[in-house]
């Protein structure tokens, strides 16, 4: 079975940064795309950022872009999100996901999440 574990979740003043990780377990999640989701009070869940299964590519949504770092280590299984000059609007839970099918990100639509998240809260 699947296991997705966050954490590395907290409150934090804007303009601070925090690291996410995801422990992941029971597939060999080297060999696929993995990514991250948020979810804001309210609002529905949303892509954040994506990694290939090498690390070698990085995609990522524009409210993020040149704040956010995805990176990850397959030999420890571990999924990372560097979040630097964090925003308010950052506030949400965050999800880590696994790609059902490809090796490298294609498309959001095949990222699945399975775990529960992780509270990112950003004060102003």
């Known amino acids: 079975q699947v296991q997705l574990v966050e954490s590395g979740g907290g409150l934090v003043q804007a303009g601070g940064s925090l690291r996410l990780s995801c422990a992941a377990s029971?597939?060999?999640?080297?060999?696929?795309?993995m990514g991250w989701f948020r979810q804001a009070p309210g609002k529905e869940r949303e892509f954040v950022a994506a990694?290939?299964?090498?690390?070698?590519?990085?995609h990522y949504q524009d409210p993020v872009k040149g704040r956010f770092t995805i990176s990850r280590d397959n030999a420890k299984n571990l999924l990372y999100l560097q979040m630097n000059s964090l925003k308010p609007e950052d506030t949400a839970v965050y999800y880590c996901?696994?790609?059902?099918?490809?090796?490298?990100?294609?498309?959001?639509?095949?990222?699945?999440?399975w775990g529960q998240g992780t509270l990112v809260t950003v004060s102003s």
């Open positions: 029971g597939r060999t999640f080297s060999s696929y795309a």
């Open positions: 996901a696994v790609d059902r099918y490809y090796s490298d990100y294609v498309s959001d639509t095949s990222l699945e999440v």
């Open positions: 990694i290939d299964w090498s690390g070698g590519g990085t």
